[in-house]
């Protein structure tokens, strides 16, 4: 299947393919975006080689159509990117490969160097993400995670034992918990900056 790249007039008019994707560089479905002059559009390319996938931005020109990576970074995935009123920047919510929070993080990139600089994390932003039109500035959408861990026997699981509850991206238990030998609990944690493997007795 292959997606293609439109502008037209607003009214569906005077349509002209800009670009295509192919097997190797798949067009994202997670949105594009103008820049402030008009002249180039932003939008994720799906990289897949070795059978790995890699995120990058790619910049359209409206003029030509000639196709040009911004950035190359480490990204498993990442959401729209946007355009900062000055033109010069855009601001994307990616996945990295080797974070050490194992969470969503908000980068800034340089128009057209393609430098990229690590802003912040756990934003869970993907679909809350703004520039403002009249500044330099973004708004975004942070959510906090309720997590309770809580043991039950099978033989009466509306009677559960509660274990835990961390409040926050910290404690990464959606990616799993499982029993040791000894009757301990192994969870993953990202108090110290990083993803971390810890235990925890069923009396909490």
Do not use: M
């Amino acid at each position: 299947q292959t997606i293609l790249l439109i502008n037209s007039d607003i009214d569906g008019k005077n349509g002209r393919i800009l670009a295509t994707d192919s097997i190797e560089e798949k067009f994202s479905n997670v949105g594009l975006a103008w820049s402030p002059d008009g002249q180039n559009i932003s939008l994720i390319v799906d990289r897949i080689n070795d059978g790995e996938k890699k995120s990058e931005i790619i910049i359209v020109s409206l003029k030509t159509g000639q196709k040009s990576v911004l950035t190359n970074q480490n990204w498993s995935q990442a959401g729209q990117p946007l355009w900062l009123k000055n033109g010069r920047e855009i601001v994307v919510v990616a996945f990295r490969e080797n974070s050490p929070t194992v969470s969503d993080e908000l980068w800034l990139i340089s128009y057209p160097d393609g430098q990229a600089k690590y802003l912040t994390n756990g934003l869970k932003a993907n679909l809350s993400l703004s520039p403002n039109n009249t500044s330099n500035s973004i708004v975004a959408l942070k959510t906090e995670r309720l997590t309770c861990f809580l043991s039950a026997s099978l033989d009466n699981f509306r009677k559960s034992n509660h274990i835990a509850t961390r409040i926050g991206d910290s404690c990464q238990f959606p990616i799993g918990a499982d029993w040791t030998n000894e009757g301990k609990i192994v969870y993953s944690t990202t108090e110290g900056g990083n993803a971390d493997l810890w235990t925890i007795k069923e009396d909490g």
